[in-house]
T-cell receptor, first 110, second 114 residues
Framework: GEDVEQSLFLSVREGDSSVINCTYT??????LYWYKQEPGAGLQLLTY?????DMKQDQRLTVLLNKKDKHLSLRIADTQTGDSAIYFC??????????FGSGTRLQVQP | GAVVSQHPSWVICKSGTSVKIECRSL??????MFWYRQFPKQSLMLMAT?????????EQGVEKDKFLINHASLTLSTLTVTSAHPEDSSFYIC??????????FGQGTRLTVV
């Protein structure tokens, strides 16, 4: 079955790097996504990675995928207070809609 | 990126009334849209898949007579919460796919039933 798990909370200082981790169980995942949700808002697509890739970098964001361990991470370099939000990882297996993790609340302290 | 617009952003209604939420894809056509529900401090729970020109596919445990979905055109899907009760209060989010790589989300609708 499909199951996506994340740690619930991460606190970092402004300027540090943040690493948000995610594990999934469905080996047939084709695409894996990272979304950002600010309070009271919808989801903003940050980035996605195809399952045959190991890494993808987009400005301050770096996504690492370990397909063997079914582990996905999102690294945010030089974290800013505006990065404070909930981050969801999600997987798409082609069979249905995205399956989301529980979300990681990132708190950035000045 | 593509834009998915949801309306209204928030709504308060009385118990027993019905509320309609609209989801529009503004700059692309979406044959499939998805409706999610999000409880406070929780993840998104898929409610149903809305298919243009055909019946929606509901997830297990979601009452199809309670949550009516209509996908009348390639740019519009509606979710109607019928005979709303306080336990229906939640954050509802729709999403639409451009292709099989990217899914974009509306800004969400906060429903409060009093």
């Amino acid at each position: 079955g499909e199951d996506v798990e994340q740690s619930l909370f991460l606190s970092v200082r402004e300027g540090d790097s943040s690493v948000i981790n995610c594990t999934y169980t469905d080996s047939s995942s084709t695409y894996l996504y990272w979304y950002k949700q600010e309070p009271g808002a919808g989801l903003q697509l940050l980035t996605y990675i195809f399952s045959n890739m190991d890494m993808k970098q987009d400005q301050r964001l770096t996504v690492l995928l370990n397909k063997k361990d079914k582990h996905l991470s999102l690294r945010i370099a030089d974290t800013q207070t505006g990065d404070s939000a909930i981050y969801f990882c999600a997987e798409y297996t082609g069979r249905r809609a995205l399956t989301f993790g529980s979300g990681t609340r990132l708190q950035v302290q000045p | 990126g593509a834009v998915v617009s949801q309306h209204p952003s928030w709504v308060i209604c009385k118990s027993g009334t019905s509320v309609k939420i609209e989801c529009r894809s503004l700059d692309f056509q979406a044959t499939t849209m998805f409706w999610y529900r999000q409880f406070p401090k929780q993840s998104l729970m898929l409610m149903a898949t809305s298919n243009e020109g055909s019946k929606a596919t509901y997830e297990q445990g979601v009452e199809k007579d309670k949550f009516l979905i209509n996908h009348a055109s390639l740019t519009l899907s509606t979710l109607t919460v019928t005979s709303a009760h306080p336990e229906d209060s939640s954050f509802y989010i729709c999403s639409a796919r451009i292709d099989w790589t990217e899914a974009f989300f509306g800004q969400g609708t906060r429903l409060t039933v009093v």
